[in-house]
């Protein structure tokens, strides 16, 4: 466990209960994760949504946290366990604050989203899925870890207008270009376009090549991007 305590709050039945928007702090939410508390962290996430649209809280009050849970691992604060609960739970966490979907979200263009071959972490591509389905996309989440042959297969196979992968480690460099090569070749009609997430895109990463048509670590800036693909847009960005 953390040496951080949770901040005490009273008991709680997470549908109906109110807090102080002030109190919603990446503090509370870590110390939540890394005690595998999903419930209570899906209650804080799903009062953050109240005041501010999904992409903008998961781009702050959630990556902020994840960031701390991060920070005290790497100073030995956290142990390997910490991180790894942390990260089960918020997945939880997230599947309770799923956005519903009516019937319209069965027709909107297909999102394809994937972790590149040897990729495991997940969250980034969870996270891009609800905002898109907000937003009227489809989406088929193929998981962690898609072999290449697997991903170009099902893009040939189905009509599909965006495919995100998510890579963090530079070591899948090779397996990442390999995929956003066998997507290009999948693309008969040339209108798929390619959206890359994850912290290889962070600045002073490496060079990719073949380039992704959008990439980046902003929910916000994915969203608004896929967005441009529904209204015409689309053209090469980074």
Known sequence: MSDDPVPPLPPVDPTTAEVPAASLSPELLASLLTSGDD??????????????????VYDGLLREAMHLVDERWASGRWSVADEHLASRTLMRALEQVRPKQGPEGRVGPV??????????????????????????????????????????????????????????????????????????????????RVLLGGRITEPGGPSIDPAPDWAGTSLVEATAYATSLENGGGGATD
């Open 39 to 56: 419930e209570l962290a899906a209650w804080t996430l799903q009062h953050a949504l109240r005041e501010s649209p999904r992409a903008v």
């Open 111 to 192: 999102a394809v989203l994937a972790g590149a071959a040897g990729e495991q972490h997940m969250i980034g591509l969870v996270c891009l899925e609800q905002t898109l389905q907000e937003h009227g996309w489809t989406t088929a989440n193929l998981g962690a870890d898609v072999p290449t042959e697997d991903l170009a297969r099902y893009v040939a196979e189905n009509e599909v207008s965006l495919v995100a992968l998510s890579a963090s480690n530079p070591a899948r460099l090779d397996a990442l270009s390999a995929a956003i090569g066998a997507v290009r070749a999948a693309d008969r009609g040339g209108h798929i």
